[in-house]
């Protein structure tokens, strides 16, 4: 199985920032450079929906809520994935998770709460 780790939540007011990180476990320190990974979200009573991707090449794309306002990019050298995330509205808050893409193991990280509210 193949958990990353979440972390960079908290508490925001609205029009706020986040940034999030999602570091690689390093069992799979030598294939991450070439890996598909995925940030998705999980609103309370929501399903869980995918919020940006960012391929090997650097391709990146996001779900139409964040479009100009959330940026995903990654560091192969820290194993890491970054998104951050500016003018957070309400509609934002869930628990954000990453993932390799595809994901055969079906595995889950604990993710990381973002709550926006004044």
């Known amino acids: 199985q193949v958990q990353l780790v979440e972390s960079g939540g908290g508490l925001v007011q609205p029009g706020g920032s986040l940034r999030l990180s999602c570091v690689a476990p390093?069992?799979?320190?030598?294939?991450?450079?070439?890996?598909?990974i995925r940030w998705y979200r999980q609103a309370p009573g929501k399903q869980r929906e995918l919020v940006a991707h960012i391929s090997r090449d650097r391709t990146t794309n996001y779900t139409d809520s964040v479009k100009g306002r959330f940026t995903i990019s990654r560091d192969n050298s820290r194993k890491t994935v970054y998104l951050q995330m500016n003018s957070l509205k309400a509609e934002d808050t869930g628990v954000y998770y990453c993932?390799?893409?595809?994901?055969?193991?079906?595995?889950w990280g604990q993710g990381t709460q973002v709550t926006v509210s004044s």
């Open positions: 390093r069992a799979i320190f030598s294939v991450f450079s070439p890996l598909t």
């Open positions: 993932n390799v893409f595809p994901n055969p193991s079906g595995s």
